[in-house]
């Protein structure tokens, strides 16, 4: 049945609590640069147009929608102020935050609008209810000057999740982030609706500050300011470290980002680890379980509330049952030998997750939902021999090419297939003519104008974001990324990562005939590390026990060794041995590439 856009009850929800907002909407860092804008979504107001699946325009509506909102007596919260809510929960003395956005500017005008409408409370307790960068990298807005006494919650591993992602695989994530989130496409009713999750992410200043107090267990509970908290752990949802929880003197969940207005991710577009749709459905209903009869109102990171009992069972079946059938449906194809993509061409929604606003694919999608379930029980081999070894894409795409006839004919076919309307095969014909001949102008174009077709028919806002940014990329070049999410996280790091994150930069086979070892003395933690380079890896032992030659010990504090990986130069170091391993070892350190290309070769 077609969905029923008459139903208006996620725009009464949405505006319900509305207390005020800033005007202009658009908040600006120390120089006055904008970090967060949405003065160009006036379109969204106007009807849809034919550039935007109607579905995701109606999304776009819903999340564009920005202020402070009250949720229930003492609870309130910031949304559309960047890509995720925050939340305030006023306290005896002060307000708890919960997730403090992406940058800090943006948290700190979140928190000026609260104290504006709520008074002058000072920030008491901050949870973190994840281990991603739009949940925490707003932390230093919410406490300018350090956390001080302040207790900062966290799920157990928040920091070890939070470094993988943002800190080891960061230039990666951020550059296909780049994609997904269309940063380099004008906001437009062309370009840039939302993200599906929100209307867009901010490009301030990210910080974070470790938290002090972590939760390790469902059940455990603990007290803010006065305020009882309840908490129910859920590990591998929606990250891998995550956690939900209950306010029993409010009758208010927050859901975190295991239960949004949409179907999320299961491995999402920029990469990160494949989530366990099995163990996701599984702590949904733990949840119902544990909290429902105790709850009026819930609410996430992202997205408006759910009000009344009987509507927050009827919004949390409909994401249990969405995650449970995804898994289900998979791995029944699956043991009959489908592989991952033609199981996602295979299943389809029933009809009562089909039919719900908050199962629509506008973040995550059936079809790569499926294909991440696929991975993660039988990895990226679909058991085809021929897919054992072939060759990397530019090489492969010189051979089809070749046995085509030539760049001029695949660049003819791939145009009849788009004339026809089969723009999956021509995008397919048209990208091994890119990768063949990436200089050929005819070429870019025509795949250019048949990605711009895929993205505006696509109900997925990451999807129409990888679309549309590769056809701009095609068409004008590569823009760098707004915002990096490593730099600023680095002060929160510890010395064990800060070297884990030289240890990626190493080009092996460069260092392969190279051995040296350096101790790293700590005067401020009292902490040795050896940095062993062997074979070409480099080794790190905390506090070792052994006693071999070492080539150099550096006595030092993190704060040194910051400035060392900043660039800061060792002349002053503090050291024995020779120095000139140290040169040694910078040198065979890559820099990551920030705009490495994804269209072209």
Known sequence: MPLNFDDRTDFDNADRGFIA???PMVIRNAEGEPVFDLSGYGYLAEPCPDTVDPSLFRQAQLVVKNGLYEVAEGIYQIRGFDLSNMTLVEGDTGVIVIDPLISAECAAAGLALY?????????TALIYTHSHADHFGGAAGVLPDGPGDVPILAPEGFMAEAVSENVYAGTAMNRRATYMYGYGLPISAEGQVSTGLGIRGSSGTISLIPPTVDITHTGQQETLDGVPIVFQVTPGTEAPAEMNFHFPRHRVLCLA???THNQHNLLTLRGAQIRDARAWSHYIDEAIELFLDDADVAFASHHWPTWGRENILDFLTVQRDLYQYLHDQTLRL?????????????????????????????YGSVSHNVKAIYQRYLGWFDGR?????????????????????????????????????????????????????????????????????????????????????GAHELRHGIDPAPISTGAGMAAALSVEQLFDTVAIRVDGPRAAHEKFRIDWKFTDSGQTVRLSLSNGALIRTVDPRTQPKVDLTVTLTKADLLGLLAGGGFDGLDSTGDVGVLTRLLGFLDAPDPIFPIVTP
Do not use: C, M
Not at 115 to 123: F, I, S
């Open 21 to 23: 907002t800033i005007d």
């Open 115 to 123: 104290r504006e409408h709520r008074g002058q409370r000072p920030v």
């Open 257 to 259: 980002e295991n239960a």
């Open 334 to 362: 699956l043991n009959q030998g489908l592989t991952g993509t033609e199981i996602a061409e295979e299943i389809e929604l029933s009809p009562g997750l089909n039919d719900a606003w908050s199962a629509r694919g506008y």
């Open 385 to 469: 021999p021929s897919s054992l070894w072939q060759h990397p894409p530019q090489a492969q795409a010189t051979r089809y090419v070749e046995a085509f006839g030539g760049v001029d004919v695949v660049i003819a076919k791939g145009s009849e297939y788009a004339d026809k309307g089969d723009l999956r095969f021509a995008a397919e014909l048209l990208g091994q003519a890119v990768f063949a001949d990436p200089d050929n102008i005819d070429a870019r174009n025509a795949l250019a104008e048949v990605y711009t077709r895929l993205g505006y028919g696509a109900e997925n806002a990451t999807w129409r974001g990888f679309y549309l940014t």
